[in-house]
């Protein structure tokens, strides 16, 4: 499948076992529908008494941003140290046969300002970066290391690929 709805997440949630206490929710994902973004963000906050903790593996993009801040609340936000990290301001792609008039237009301008707005508030709620620097990273809309990504307070941690312990058989 293309595409990991809020429909295939919620069946996932309803498919946990009720004695959970803590979530790993790994994200491997170039983004996807804003809308199903915040349920997926807002579902994983309102789940009660459990830890939730956000994996970013390899692609961590757009939405996926988004939804990786779900781990600030009462868990840990966690990056691989070769992921791909990138926020950006939110995207609209029209249709082949839409036709629209300068009023239209503005509508969907508005309409993008307003996701803009909603999306620097998550950011700038989970970390300490202030939003005019975290609006202008968004501008840029390049990918960032992890690295990058923790010290604009986005992720918590970096996991190393280096193997720290081993036993030889």
């Not at 968004?138 to 081993?166: N, Q, R, W």
Request: glycine fraction near 6%; aromatic fraction near 8%; proline fraction near 3%.
């Amino acid at each position: 499948k293309d595409c990991y709805t809020f429909s295939d997440f919620e069946s996932d949630l309803y498919k946990m076992p009720k004695a959970t206490k803590v979530l790993d929710v790994h994200i491997d994902s170039g983004g996807g529908l804003v809308t199903d973004g915040y349920k997926m963000y807002d579902a994983l906050n309102a789940l009660d008494g459990i830890v939730v903790n956000t994996i970013a593996e390899k692609n961590c993009k757009s939405i996926a941003t988004v939804i990786a801040q779900a781990g600030k609340r009462n868990g840990v936000r966690k990056g691989y140290i070769n992921t791909d990290y990138t926020i950006h301001f939110p995207l609209w792609k029209p249709q082949a046969e839409e036709i629209y008039n300068a009023q239209d237009l503005e509508l969907v301008t508005a309409a993008l300002k307003k996701e803009e707005e909603t999306i620097l508030n998550i950011y700038a709620a989970s970390s300490t970066t202030p939003k005019d620097s975290l609006m202008a990273k968004m501008a840029e809309d390049m990918p960032m290391s992890c690295e990058e990504a923790k010290s604009y307070g986005l992720i918590d941690e970096i996991i190393s690929e280096s193997i720290t312990a081993f036993v030889e058989y």
